[in-house]
Structure formats: C-alpha cells, structure tokens
C-alpha cells in the first residue's frame, strides 16, 4: 500500500513538475518587455504610485502593466521595504523544509519589469496629499496622480499580557525559519543535556518539546501540521533517541470548531486529523497570558512551555495611523466600494490596511484570494478615473478555500466543491504552484516534492552571528 501511494504521489508530481517546466520553457521564449523603452516614472502623465508590494499592491501594478502595454501616458510605481513580496500560502512549509525560503520569495524587480512597472526599495514614512508626494526612507519623494496603499497587515494581540513578547508572530518568512529553528535548537538541547545526564527525566524532556499554537484559523492549524512533521518525520533520523511522543503540540482556538469559516463535514474532517497526529485542539478558550515558562488559559488551565507561536489575529499596518487618513478602528483606511478613500479623488487604499466594502456594502475580507481580485478591479478603476469614466464597484466573488495539513491531507472547498485527504493535497498542491509568478521557482519546488518521495529531507538550523 504504501508502494502504491508512492507511485501514485510519483506520478501527480512528476507530471506537476513536467507542466512548470513546460510553462517555464514557454514563458522564456516569449518577448520579454525592454525597460530600456519607458520613460522615468516621473516624466508620465498620470504617474500611479502603490506602496506595498504584497498581493495586493503587485497585483494592481501587474494588471496596470498588462493594461496600458499600448499606452504611453501611464507610469506604474511600486515601492516597498522589501524587494520581494511573501507568497503565504507556502510560508507554513518552510517549518518542515517542505519548501525552501528562496523559492516563496517572489522577486518584485524581476516580476513588474516584465510588466513595463517600477520598483524602487525604500519605506514610506509619510504622505504631502497636496503637493502628490510620498517621503520614503532616505529622504527620496516621489510624486503621484494616483496613490494607492497596499501596506498589508500587522498581528493583533487583543492587548493580552506577554504575548508580543514571549511569542513568535507570524509576520513574514524569517518567523517561519524561526519556529523550524526554535523546534531544532529544542532537540539539541535534550541531546546536550542527556550528555550530561543520560537518565532526563520525561518532565524535562516535554518542558522542552511542548510547543503550543493560538489561532484555529487556516494558518494556525497549517503550522501545527508543519511542526508535528518537522518533529516526527525531518528530525526523526537524525535524533534516533529521542522520542518527540514526550513533547506535546497544542492548538488553541477561541472559536467551537477549528476552520470556522469552513464547511461542517470540512472542520470534522481537519478535527480528526489533527487528533490522528495526536495534536491536541483545546476549543472555546482564550489565552489569557502567555509568560517566559507558561500559557495561562482564561479557563485556569496552564501549559508548561518555552514555545509559543501566535496566529490569533491581524489588524491593519500601523502605519495607517500616521496618514491623517479616515480608518474604522483597526479594521483599517475607510474605502468605499471603489477602493477609493473616502473624501480623496486620487487615494486608494487596498489589501489588509484598508476596510474595503463591496457593492452591497459588505465588507471585504482580509485574505490574498479576494486581494488579489481587489487588485484587478482598482487597476480598472483607476484607468477609468484617468480617461474620465464611469468606476465600477468591486464585486467579491469567492473561490473556496485550500488548506493543507501536512504533505498526504488537505481540506477543500472549491466552488461548492467539498473534498479531503491526498487528492485534496495534491489539488492544494497543484492549484498553489501554478499560482506562483516565477516560473522556476515553481520548477525548483515541483522537483524538491518529486525528490523528497525518495529522498529524506535535510534540516538545518542557520543561526546568525
């Protein structure tokens, strides 16, 4: 059986893999755009400036691009203290070594050039709306006729003691090296100390192997999943005496279910798998404090543990605060069902940061899928406001919703369409590597899935100086 499933893996990614290969060889034998053609940003007519370079800003510059090929009186801009954009649906598999860092790093240089776009690495500090400036780091201005804001997210902590600063946030990439360091740097220490002390006690062992995860939501049981794989598959070879069934993984959510946003027969579905992996989900309760040692739970329970990671909930960058703009709490910048900000012509403001609505009024939700689709729509609205036509209010049309539980189990909902376990995961699979911008990166990832089927991966812990 386990042959057979093998095989049948072998074959769904060797075939993934022959098709990014395929596009891969596709896409380089088309005309690439010569950036040499454009002129400098600031010499177009209608100069439009995104800050932020996530998935809703890339993809209002890259739709802008695909948009005004034709045309020479639009400049594009995007800028961003990062010169890459994080493709997150990914991000939890770094923690296992599933995918490499490098590869879900999506370059923002290399990507909006081919779109006839600029990027310039820098941070916005502040906005002059009169005189159409954004102030960046370093002193630089750069000028717009259309501004948009795409500055993203920041994790919410609910005002709840210690946990900004005994817990991991997941903010980005590096703090998923960081939890696939921290379980690393755990095992050394066990196998340092029984050095020096062959009999540990099973106490001190689970003191050290007991990681506990806050949030139920998609990312939070993503990186449970990640963290029992790291433990009981990746670092199992290479720490034969060690036995991580001492250490424990703990999920804890505030809602009755995990993946609330999920069909029933869905969160029955992760439930069960995440208690197959003896991942234990604790329901209806909060965390009350988290300190250097400990959990405390507001149901007076207390886990002992030096590993905390925090995925509860994110709020609207803090920058927001400093734009003199109108925002609904931290929900963000007040848009309306153009994207536009409310009481600005030529501000918009998309993404995570802004609390965007659709044409009925609804509100939008923070995620990539529907970031995305606000992108294409402000591109269009934004050429519209230039030729001086009628804008079109953003309509929300969800997809479903992937998400993967180890490398063999996923949950799906695509289209009314309810499916789990391995075709699920190759589904979550294939779906999200087609995604990717670069197409070697998506070549490099197909081949290291393809490999790991007969190959063991390889962990390491690169510490900085």
Not at 338 to 363: H, L, Q, S
């Amino acid at each position: 059986m386990n042959r057979l499933l093998k095989g049948s893996l072998a074959v769904a990614c060797g075939a993934v893999a022959a098709e990014a290969v395929r596009r891969m060889m596709y896409h380089e034998l088309q005309p690439k755009y010569d950036p040499s053609e454009r002129r400098p940003f600031k010499e177009f007519a209608n100069r439009v400036l995104i800050v932020g370079g996530g998935f809703a800003g890339y993809t209002t510059a890259k739709t802008l691009g695909e948009l005004t090929g034709e045309r020479d009186d639009v400049g594009v801009m995007v800028i961003n203290k990062e010169n890459f954009f994080t493709y997150w649906p990914m991000v939890a598999g770094i923690i296992s070594s599933d995918v490499e860092t490098k590869n879900i790093a999506q370059p923002l240089r290399r990507a909006l050039v081919q779109f006839g776009a600029s990027f310039r690495r820098v941070e916005m500090e502040s906005v002059d709306y009169e005189r159409k400036v954004v102030m960046a780091s370093g002193g630089l201005e750069f000028p717009y006729d259309h501004l948009v804001l795409a500055l993203g997210s920041d994790p919410a902590y609910f005002g709840i003691p210690g946990v900004e600063e005994h817990c991991i946030s997941m903010k980005g990439l590096a703090d998923a090296e960081l939890v696939r360091n921290r379980v690393i740097e755990r095992f050394e220490e066990i196998i340092l100390a029984r050095d020096e002390n062959p009999e540990l006690s099973e106490e001190f062992i689970r003191s050290k192997l007991t990681f506990v995860v806050i949030g139920g939501n998609a990312t939070g049981v993503e990186i449970a999943s990640e963290i029992h794989a790291l433990a009981h598959k990746t670092l199992a070879p290479d720490y034969p005496n060690i036995d991580f069934n001492w250490g424990r993984i703990f999920l804890v959510d505030a809602n009755e279910e995990v993946l609330k946003e999920l069909d029933d027969s869905l969160r029955r579905a992760a439930r069960r798998h995440l208690e197959e992996l003896d991942i234990r989900v604790l329901n209806n309760v909060r965390a009350e404090e988290v300190t250097a040692d400990r959990v405390i739970l507001d149901d007076g329970r207390e886990i002992e543990t030096e590993n905390v990671i925090w995925t509860a909930g994110n709020r609207a960058s803090s920058k927001v605060e400093e734009l003199d703009l109108p925002l609904q709490g931290e929900k963000g910048i007040e848009a309306d069902e153009y994207m536009r900000v409310k009481g600005y012509e030529n501000v918009w403001a998309i993404g995570d940061c802004a609390a965007n609505v659709d044409k009925d009024g609804e509100p939008v939700p923070p995620n990539a899928q529907a970031a995305s689709q606000e992108g294409e729509a402000l591109a269009r609205n934004i050429l519209a406001a230039i030729d001086g036509e009628e804008l079109t209010p953003f309509e929300y049309q969800p997809m479903g919703q992937l998400v993967e539980l180890g490398s063999r189990f996923a949950v799906n909902e695509v289209m009314g369409v309810k499916f789990k376990g391995l075709p699920a995961a190759l589904f979550w699979r294939a779906t999200y590597l087609f995604k990717l911008e670069m197409p070697e990166h998506r070549a490099r990832i197909a081949a290291d899935w393809f490999l790991d089927l007969f190959f063991h991966p390889s962990v390491t812990q690169i510490r900085g100086r």
